[in-house]
């Protein structure tokens, strides 16, 4: 163990609390070498476009970056499923001596008139912002000739980290706001915003909402469409729920819109439960909404709670370690761990503020690790320091988990189950207890020897 080290340069991202003062550092590009968990500009803005599911999607670049498609993040629709194709320009050598902006116009006219899409998003990669193609033009000249809008995503993937893609997505977004009729919402409404309904998470929440009594005018962007998010200036909340990438939104929107915002977060009894009484008492001129939300409430924590304290008995007192996209997810996740008597030896994020830093400090126990912006070696080090049963992260997190022979639970892109809500809190402390329990981890080399 002790011939894994950090590199010099990243000492300051990682914090032990009780071993030193706080002084973190963050929010700053991924050094090189480091082999960062992070993904690129690009792919933070797609993540959060692409559950628009009415709505083409090109990718203008090499088609590697096409990579990340529908399938590293399954966010369902309800109805149309354009979404879920992934188109790309394919750029090559030719295209980046010549220029791509008439392979761009090409595909953008041929894939709009195959598909007839509500709107359509074209997003610029690193090669396009090194040779330099004009995408806005092109885009506004599609726009007019066919009559829907046609968004440049400004991501390339250099040009900063994930969440200059939020950024970038949420200004393409913005975009498409304003434009749908608003006479007929109702007094009592939201907008979802950072919910992409992975597993159907969003039908769940919007069905709670609805029990309340309130309406819920879009889900920007779970199974989202392009006309709900035209009218969506006409709800009188929005609840933002993924706040590193739509905060810039719903910043937005209260600046041109005068719609105020609130953060929840839907995962864990409390924070779940928290979110819809956060989201009644701004409609407390309809004392209805409030009683409904108690009565929700009851009714589906004492559903749930029996079969939540059966897999507590199996999981009291083993270690579990974090690392998510988000900062504000992991508040949550160590919150629903302690309803399971588990506690969190190792937490961390891709993008996380000083200020969420400053409050996992607060939440965690002595001796956990903090880490940003992460590498395989870092979280491999203190996964086996802290000696975790369990590693909660997404895609690349899990080979991680499996080689140093760990319990692994799938909480980002590429999951099938719902997280989210009361239901979703019964899944993850089942998927919890399958991993850690299982006896497969006995026969690892973990188990075996010592490292
Ligand atoms: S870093 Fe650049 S080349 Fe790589 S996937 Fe992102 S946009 Fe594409």
């Not at 993040?73 to 194709?85: C, D, F, I, W």
């Not at 006309?227 to 009188?236: P, T, V």
């Not at 409390?270 to 819809?276: C, H, I, S």
């Not at 086996?384 to 499996?402: C, S, T």
Request: hydrophobic share 40%; charged share 25%; with cysteine.
């Amino acid at each position: 163990m002790s011939t894994i080290h950090i590199l010099e340069e990243r000492q300051r991202q990682i914090y032990q609390k009780g071993k030193q003062p706080f002084d973190m550092i963050c929010d700053k590009v991924s050094i090189a070498g480091s082999v960062s968990q992070r993904a690129c500009v690009f792919c933070g803005s797609r993540v959060v476009l692409y559950p628009i599911a009415d709505a083409l999607h090109l990718v203008h670049g090499p088609i590697g970056c096409a990579a990340y498609t529908w399938d590293i993040r399954g966010a369902l629709s309800s109805g149309p499923q354009l979404h879920r194709l992934s188109f790309s320009t394919d750029l090559t050598e030719t295209d980046v001596i010549f220029g791509g902006e008439t392979k761009l116009y090409k595909a953008l006219t041929q894939l709009i008139d195959e598909h007839n899409p509500k709107a359509a998003f074209v997003y610029s990669t690193c090669i396009v912002g090194l040779i330099g193609d004009d995408v806005t033009s092109v885009c506004k000249k599609v726009a007019k000739e066919k009559g829907i809008p046609v968004l440049p995503v400004h991501s390339e993937g250099f040009k900063g980290t994930k969440k200059d893609g939020y950024k970038a997505a949420c200004d393409a977004l913005f975009e498409l706001i304003g434009k749908g009729p608003v006479d007929h919402i109702s007094p009592y409404s939201i907008n979802i915003l950072g919910e992409f309904n992975i597993g159907g998470e969003a039908w769940i929440i919007r069905d709670y909402y609805e029990r309340m009594g309130i309406e819920v005018v879009s889900v920007m962007t779970g199974d989202g469409r392009v006309d709900d998010a035209g009218k969506s200036h006409g709800a009188k909340l929005n609840v933002v729920q993924c706040s590193g990438s739509m905060t810039h939104l719903a910043l937005a929107m209260e600046k041109k819109y005068k719609i105020p915002f609130i953060r929840v977060s839907y995962f864990g009894i409390e924070d779940m439960a928290q979110a819809l009484y956060d989201t009644a008492a701004h409609f407390k001129e309809n004392p209805a909404i409030m009683k409904n939300t108690r009565e929700l409430v009851r009714e589906e924590i004492s559903g749930m709670y029996p079969q939540l304290k059966k897999y507590r008995t199996d999981l009291e007192g083993k270690k579990a370690a974090i690392y998510v996209g988000g900062a504000f997810k992991a508040f949550s996740l160590i919150k629903a761990l302690k309803h399971l008597g588990m506690t969190t030896v190792l937490v961390g994020s891709q993008t996380g503020s000083k200020d969420d830093y400053e409050i996992l400090r607060q939440m965690c126990d002595e001796g956990t690790v903090i880490v940003d912006d992460a590498n395989p070696v870092e979280l491999s080090k203190y996964l086996i320091e802290k000696d975790a049963d369990l590693f909660i992260g997404g895609v690349k997190e899990r080979p991680i988990a499996y080689k140093l022979g760990v319990g692994f639970c799938d909480h980002n892109h590429e999951r099938k189950i719902p997280l989210a809500g009361f239901v979703g809190m019964l899944n993850f402390a089942k998927e919890v207890h399958a991993t850690v329990t299982s006896p497969v981890w006995q026969l690892t080399p973990r188990r075996e020897r010592s490292y």
